[in-house]
């Protein structure tokens, strides 16, 4: 079968190439799947580029790709929830990765029955960024009647955060680009801000929680406008000690980011707030949830361009430049 994968660290174009490679293996808890559908999201070109090694070094050739949409072609002998021919959707996990190819084997738990009104490509732009925006809440415990500011709208992120937090009953502030306000507006935010003629940290006061997805100094400028008590909950900022456990890094490397993450740790304190960076997990019973809501029209799919398979390193590249209006896909079928 051929599969897309990273055969060094660097630019895209010269560390990625299509490769012909033997059907996966089975195991008794699997789905093989055909994948009709792929979503690209910013971590797969971070880890072509080696921003990830730190954290996992990849043996090349390595596969690529975390979203999917397809059809279930085989099944290992403890499957009971799917069978042959079940449409589909997951995100697979993170030591698993290879949806960029024409066939993947996933473990069971983190596959789920495909949105019946959405398309392979409208489902496959969905799992990492549901998954991620759904665990962030939990972990900031959002509520109806909370202020939320979610950061870059438009985005894969924000644009399923916005309409996720206001199926919570949230009040949602959100940042966006000119030519974006309209749109975003249409997803339901209830204040955006266009960041080229507006200054969020002079308008917004107060907020519940601030969902950074961002980083840098916007991790840090959310305290300015968090109320005391309030959450931060990041996938971009720096991560907290409890995080650098999870990711298995060594004591050296979480007292250096002990270290960076000094005056992060200050404005914490100060706000009596509470401070996670997220690293998302691949989880079926929550993508179903996410399902149940799309099938009743409370999600949308934003999906900015789709790109033929064979086309994938374009693709990557214009994701790589950071202005897409919610998702890009690859479709092999």
């Not at 019946?116 to 972990?139: D, M, R, Y």
């Not at 100094?217 to 999870?246: H, R, W």
Request: aromatic share 10%.
């Amino acid at each position: 079968m051929k599969a897309l994968q990273i055969t060094g660290y660097g630019e895209i174009a010269k560390n990625v190439e299509f490769r012909e490679v033997k059907k996966p293996s089975l195991g008794n808890d699997q789905l093989l799947i055909e994948i009709y559908s792929a979503s690209i999201n910013p971590v797969d070109y971070k880890i072509i580029q080696g921003a990830m090694k730190n954290i996992k070094k990849l043996t090349f050739p390595a596969p690529v790709g975390f979203d999917l949409a397809g059809k279930v072609i085989e099944k290992g002998d403890n499957v009971t929830n799917f069978n042959l021919g079940d449409e589909v959707f997951a995100r697979v996990p993170t030591d698993s990765p290879g949806t960029f190819a024409e066939m993947i084997a996933v473990d069971q738990k983190v596959v789920c029955q495909k949105p019946s009104n959405f398309s392979h490509a409208e489902a496959a732009s969905i799992p990492l960024v549901g998954l991620t925006t759904v665990q962030s809440f939990q972990k900031a415990k959002l509520k109806s009647g909370d202020k939320i500011l979610i950061h870059a709208g438009s985005g894969g992120v924000g644009s399923f955060a916005i309409q996720y937090a206001k199926t919570m009953g949230a009040y949602v502030y959100t940042t966006t680009s000119t030519k974006n306000v309209d749109w975003v507006k249409d997803l339901g935010a209830d204040r955006v801000i266009d960041y080229k003629k507006e200054d969020y940290l002079k308008i917004i006061e107060e907020v519940d929680i601030v969902y950074d997805t961002l980083g840098g100094n916007y991790t840090k400028d959310a305290f300015k406008i968090l109320k005391d008590g309030g959450s931060v909950v990041s996938i971009a900022g720096d991560p907290d000690n409890e995080t650098a456990k999870e990711l298995g890094l060594n004591g050296f490397i979480r007292f250096l980011l002990k270290l960076k993450r000094f005056k992060l740790d200050q404005l914490v304190k100060e706000k009596n707030a509470y401070y996670k960076f997220v690293m998302m997990h691949a989880d079926g019973a929550q993508l179903n949830d996410i399902k149940e809501l799309i099938e009743s029209n409370y999600i949308s799919a934003i999906v900015d361009k789709e790109y033929p398979f064979l086309e994938a390193i374009d693709a990557l590249e214009y994701v790589k430049k950071g202005h897409t209006k919610g998702k890009v896909v690859l479709n092999m079928k």
